[in-house]
């Protein structure tokens, strides 16, 4: 069974092609820098690697050169031969509990919750209109972001907001990350030779973006990534959790614009807006004062979110680490667990792979 993965982002598509009765990887493709001049395609299949760099003016360009690459190397002629093809959505808003398969009506539904993902959702949605026209045969399943944490009880995704933002306009917190996240939890559950519902666990997703999760008999019962994935950890260039006045304050006072603010929150703060840099890896290596301040912050951070999960769930059978610094970096492991956690928590650490288990979320719904 073939299933295709497509990761459409603002600017980049990446693509992979599984053989779903080995989980294997047939064939990966990143397209980064689409609408640039400097844009590149990296095409890898079994030990071969090629880095084509042609300016790729648009997403259907990109997706037509996945398909060329893929016919060229005799992997598959085009998409029609494929069983089905397997898309990334981020916001599924509280329509979206599970992956489902597309049509006009799920379509739709996506585009009407851009205003909440405003540059995420067009990006998944452009992948999912290229697709459908290159393959309209071929089955095609949407796999949200969200869905994971769509198990969280109303006293966990409700801001303390006047009620009528959550009625009026669904202002709730919904969570991000929930395909690494779920992911790791399955991969835990095998781990432990145990069914999922049996296991309390915390996971944490560090990479440039991170999220906490506390999963409790199999679900996520909270999450720190909100209304948006800016709420929470502080990440590669994001705040993560900031007093909502201080937003208040540099508009009223600052005489900072809307879009000023969005900026500076989520692209030039975090690590990036404290210390200069959003790679962990360097900062580490960098013995600046900022660099370890950026770091202890991150680190500080990390573990009230462990601690107030560990609140949460009274028992917790294991924390586990992904994401490129969760998977990487012993050393911000160590950090984060110095001075507790002994006895009988296990702590594990596990490759995330989001586009496998989007595969397999295909198989989920293909078999129903
Ligand atoms: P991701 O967004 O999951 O790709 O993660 C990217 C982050 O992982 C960057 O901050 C990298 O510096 C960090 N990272 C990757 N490898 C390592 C490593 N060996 N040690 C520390 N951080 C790492």
């Known amino acids: ?130 697709s459908r026209k290159k393959a309209p045969f071929v089955k095609q399943i949407a796999v949200f972001d969200t869905a994971f944490h769509s198990t969280m009880p109303k006293e966990a995704y409700l801001y303390a907001l006047d009620y009528e933002m959550y009625e009026k306009h669904k202002i709730r917190r919904y969570g991000f990350h929930g395909t690494s996240h779920s992911y790791v939890l399955k991969e835990t559950a095998k781990i432990f030779k145990k069914s999922v519902d049996e296991l309390n666990i915390i996971t944490l997703h560090l990479g440039n973006g991170a999220s906490a999760c506390a999963i409790q008999n199999g679900k996520s019962i909270d999450t720190s990534m909100g209304f948006t994935p800016l709420e929470g950890l502080i990440m590669g260039t994001r705040s993560g959790d900031v007093d909502p006045a201080i937003i208040i304050y540099m508009q009223r006072e600052l005489g900072m614009g809307v879009d000023e603010v969005d900026n500076l929150l989520n692209k030039k703060s975090g690590l990036l807006g404290i210390c200069g840099s959003n790679d962990v890896r360097s900062i580490i290596e960098s013995d600046s004062e900022k660099s370890k301040l950026a770091l202890n912050m991150m680190i500080r951070r990390i573990k009230k979110y462990i601690g107030s999960y560990m609140a949460l769930l009274g028992r917790v059978d294991a924390i586990v680490f992904t994401g490129g610094i969760g998977e990487n970096s012993q050393y911000i492991r160590d950090k984060v667990l110095d001075n507790h956690l002994a006895g009988s928590i296990k702590i594990l650490v596990i490759n995330t792979d989001e586009e496998l288990e989007i595969a397999r979320e295909c198989i989920k719904v293909l078999e129903k």
Not at 22 to 49: D, M, P, R, Y
Not at 74 to 98: Q, W
Request: charged letters at 20%; aromatic letters at 6%.
């Open 1 to 130: 069974m073939k299933i295709a993965v497509i990761n459409s982002g603002s600017s980049s598509i990446k693509f992979q092609l599984f053989d779903m009765n080995t989980e294997l990887v047939l064939a990966s493709v990143l397209v980064e820098k689409i609408g640039e001049f400097s844009s590149s395609t990296i095409f890898k299949h079994n030990e071969k690697k090629v880095v084509i760099t042609s300016v790729i003016d648009n997403h259907h360009e990109g997706l037509k050169n996945i398909i060329i690459l893929l016919s060229q190397n005799n992997i598959i002629k085009d998409f029609s031969s494929l069983d089905a093809i397997g898309h990334r959505v981020v916001h599924g808003g509280e329509e979206f509990k599970k992956s489902t398969l597309i049509d006009e009506y799920v379509i739709n539904k996506i585009r009407e919750l851009i205003p909440l993902a405003p540059l995420h959702n067009p990006a998944n949605l452009e992948g999912i209109t290229i």
